[in-house]
């Protein structure tokens, strides 16, 4: 099949929040989003709770409040000067977003209204403030359909259903990318001067995860297959609150509202743990202790979860704050949450870790941060590092529309001043033939033929026993060993659907190859890490080592596809590395 | 529990007619009609083709007929539909392959209500103020997350498809009840058209199929008041 060329002067891949603002900010450039979903059925629509802006509508706040507990929710890995513009930021987007219509809830006097959400303070620490700005529960739905409505106005220009598969860079500058059309299944090549990355996460890589089955980490591991290295993968973080085996996420607003966590002997446990601010700590020790709660035998009868308690909270608060998580609760359980308790237990959430970027998106590919020009990142896929090794709640919608902007912002730049680069003649075909190959079924060396499902379920499965929230140097090469088994198999998957049109057969065959990418830097990523810090928990290194461990990981794949590490230094400007205490 | 699954095949430019295939599978009876999807795409026949992306109801990729209704695969339990199940791609748009519909024409309608914020002059520093009641006037219709099932649902879009549809009306209610909205008289302007909101029957259909629970009908009538008394 003869490829198809396109020529745009930039082409963001991810309709999410960071591609979307990214386009809007590009407005009146010559700019292709594509996206593997139409842009409306992206993952930032299932965010609930809020996004965090020290607005101060409710009582005093300051966004250098909204820094120190986004520095110390990250366990002092975040780059604090990226920090800095996160938290400043955060305040002008959200007005941005209600200025472009964004419905936010309102308190009596017409503001935005705001509640407590996990490890958001105010006076450094003293206690839970109110920061995170909401729409009911709905909150990543609103921010995506806002985005999305600016987009029609702006008339971004959409090519839906195109699957990215390759990063094009020539003599040391970015060229482009090829793309799938999912329709019909013709190869594309866009010629592009920049191009960004926001394809979000990859917690499909998890067996219970709320993340959607879209998120198989596309985009990093497009990247890492084209060189560039990927930041701090050993960090990924685990909701406390995910419908027990569904892994559907339950806002951490319903305890900003006043849920508790109970265990099975009723007790509010979080009164051990954090006795400051018991059940809004931050995500990574809450999930720790749900699971402390699990092995010591304190589950809800013993089973593998706890209880999330809203029942104190009255049918009022419940139906008007938190309409949708009361919809999926009857929905998947049929529980009413006004009268009985939810189980939940941790869901893989969130990867802190990613492509690594500036503050300005563009991606860095050394300790020493070089540029690769044409590159950018933002979102869920990059690492600025404004998370470290723990991100807190409400700061994912911030990191999408503060650094999705200033991506758009520098590159706007970026293509006034550069011409593009040039494409090679042959570019895209070697990845077409590997496609044809796989799509025929002329894949393998004639080893046993290998089915997407299995691997990919039992990829899920072990990494969820081996590599989530506790970590040990036995568990983790365990895990390096079954990787390595599970890519040699890799190489003899043989699909069923022959056809070109519409092909998810072939998607989904495409996608395991991206999550074992990203589960095989993550396991490599925490081996090596010998300390425990956020959500990287280590049982054999319990404690935070500030002198050896005090820096950001980035793996590279080398020739010969082993995983090498190189490590750069945290910036830090405000706020020394204290001991954590909640 | 075992199930049998029937699903409506066709593949453009391939087949001429659509036809039937039959799986037999266990399930649990708490399982999603996504999860038995699933369980025959990956260990029975790969080539069974739909979209499908959050899995819990608010993507709006998987939505289709089950049993001849229109619902989201991710938000029905088998136990709700029943060992015997049927599913259908939805009605009225051209099937690409087996459950995914071609979605453009129902976005060129969506996009032709204006479905963004207009307010006229510069906006403050901060935010524009909204009471609490004002913003409760247009809840109902933020929650749509534009999956089709109401359009698709009704027997008046079915034989015309030039009607803006459902949908679309609820998203233009969206702006045109929103107190900073200032754009009303272009959006009601397009609704009036011949393939406006007057073609709604009131039939409920929406209403039954919308998977948000939005009250699609009040929201219709609600346009078509305001358009009376724009006119009066």
């Not at chain 1, 018991?278 to 990574?284: F, N, S, W």
């Not at chain 2, 795409?41 to 069974?48: E, P, S, Y």
């Not at chain 2, 993507?59 to 619902?71: E, H, K, Q, T, V």
Request: aromatic fraction near 8%; proline fraction near 4%; glycine fraction near 10%.
């Amino acid at each position: 099949m003869a490829l198809v060329y396109h020529q745009h002067e930039v082409v963001i891949v991810g309709a999410g929040g960071a591609g979307l603002m990214a386009a809007l900010a590009l407005r009146g450039r010559d700019v292709a989003v594509l996206s593997k979903l139409h842009p409306v059925r992206s993952h930032t629509g299932a965010a609930q709770g809020g996004i965090g802006a020290a607005l101060g509508n409710m009582e005093e706040d300051h966004w250098e409040w909204h820094m120190f507990d986004t520095v110390k929710g990250s366990d002092y890995l975040a780059d604090q000067d990226a920090v800095e513009i996160l938290a400043r930021e955060a305040v002008e987007t959200v007005m941005d977003l209600e200025h472009w219509g964004l419905p936010f809830s309102r308190t009596p006097e017409g503001k935005i209204a705001q509640r407590k959400f996990g490890g958001h303070t105010k006076e450094y620490g003293k206690e839970a403030v109110r920061r995170s700005c909401y729409a009911a529960d709905r909150t990543g739905h609103m921010i995506l359909q806002t985005c999305y409505q600016q987009g029609i106005r702006h008339q971004v220009k959409y090519y839906n259903e195109y699957m990215v598969v390759e990063l094009l860079v020539e003599s040391g500058r970015t060229a482009g990318v090829v793309a799938v059309s999912i329709a019909d299944g013709q190869l594309h090549v866009f010629h592009a001067k920049a191009v960004l990355f926001a394809t979000g996460g990859f917690g499909r890589m998890y067996e219970v995860t709320s993340n959607a089955h879209a998120l198989t980490g596309d985009g990093v591991a497009v990247a890492w297959q084209a060189g560039v290295p990927i930041e701090d993968m050993e960090f990924f973080q685990f909701h406390p609150t995910g419908i027990y085996r569904l892994g559907i996420l339950i806002t951490e607003g319903a305890r900003g509202e006043g849920g508790k966590l109970l265990n099975g002997k009723g007790e509010r446990f979080m009164e051990r743990y954090a006795p400051s601010m018991l059940d809004l700590a931050p995500r990574d020790i809450i999930s720790r202790c749900i699971y402390r709660e699990l092995r010591e035998g304190r589950g809800i009868h013993g089973q593998g979860y706890v209880h999330l308690d809203l029942t104190h909270l009255g049918a009022k608060v419940i139906h008007e704050k938190l309409p949708d998580i009361t919809d999926f609760v009857r929905t998947y359980l049929g529980i009413d949450p006004v009268k009985e308790p939810i189980p939940v237990q941790p869901t893989a959430h969130y990867a802190m870790g990613g492509i690594p970027t500036d503050m300005w998106g563009r991606v860095v590919v050394d300790e020493k941060n070089k540029i690769l020009p044409g590159f950018y990142a933002a979102g869920e896929c990059a690492c600025v590092s404004v998370h470290g090794a723990n991100r807190l709640g409400t700061n994912s919608l911030v990191d999408i529309l503060v650094f999705g902007r200033r991506a758009g912002r520098d590159i706007a730049r970026y293509v006034g001043e550069n011409e593009y680069p040039p494409l090679a003649p042959h570019a895209g075909e070697a990845t077409g033939e590997r496609l044809a190959r796989l799509r025929e079924g002329r894949n393998g060396s004639g080893g046993r033929a290998e089915s997407v499902a299995d691997l990919r379920e039992t990829l899920q499965r072990e990494m969820m026993e081996k590599a989530s929230v506790f970590r040990t140097s036995g568990l983790l090469a365990q895990m390096s060993e079954k990787l390595f088994e599970l890519r040699q198999r890799f190489q003899n998957v043989v699909i069923q659907d022959r056809s070109t049109v519409f092909n998810t057969d072939l998607m989904e065959a495409l996608e395991l190859g991206f999550l074992l990418d990203v589960a095989e830097a993550t396991v490599a990523a925490a081996l090596a890490r010998s300390e425990s810090r956020g959500a990287h928990f280590r049982e054999d290194f319990p404690q935070r080592d500030d002198q050896n461990w005090l820096k950001h990981s980035l793996a590279y794949r080398g020739a010969d596809g082993k995983i090498e590490f190189k490590y750069k230094p945290v910036t830090i400007t405000r706020f020394e590395p204290k001991e954590r205490k909640y | 529990m075992h199930i049998r699954l029937r699903v409506k095949r066709f593949e453009a430019g391939k087949d001429r007619e659509p036809y039937w295939s039959e799986y037999g599978l266990e399930v649990e009876a708490t399982d999603r009609v996504l999860d038995a999807l699933h369980r025959v795409k990956w260990h029975q026949d790969g080539t069974l083709t739909f979209r499908r992306s959050c899995a819990h109801g608010v993507c709006g990729s998987d939505a289709m007929l089950i049993n001849g209704r229109n619902r989201l695969a991710c938000k029905v339990l088998i136990r709700d539909v029943g060992d015997h199940i049927a599913v259908e791609p939805l009605r009225g748009y051209p099937v690409i392959r087996d459950l995914v519909v071609d979605q453009s024409a129902f976005f060129r309608k969506y996009e032709s209500v204006q479905p963004y914020l207009v307010a006229d002059g510069e906006p403050p520093a901060r935010e524009r103020r909204q009471s609490p009641a004002e913003r409760e006037r247009f809840d109902d219709t933020t929650k749509c997350i534009l999956c089709m099932a109401c359009t698709t649902s009704c027997p008046v879009f079915w034989p015309n498809p030039e009607y803006v549809g459902p949908a679309a009306i609820v998203n233009a209610h969206r702006f045109l009840f929103d107190s900073r909205d200032t754009e009303k008289e272009g959006r009601l302007a397009r609704l009036n058209a011949g393939d406006g909101v007057w073609r709604c029957r009131t039939i409920f259909n929406c209403v039954e199929a919308c998977p948000r629970e939005i009250n699609i009908t009040r929201a219709i009538g609600e346009v078509k008041k305001a358009l009376l008394l724009q006119k009066g």
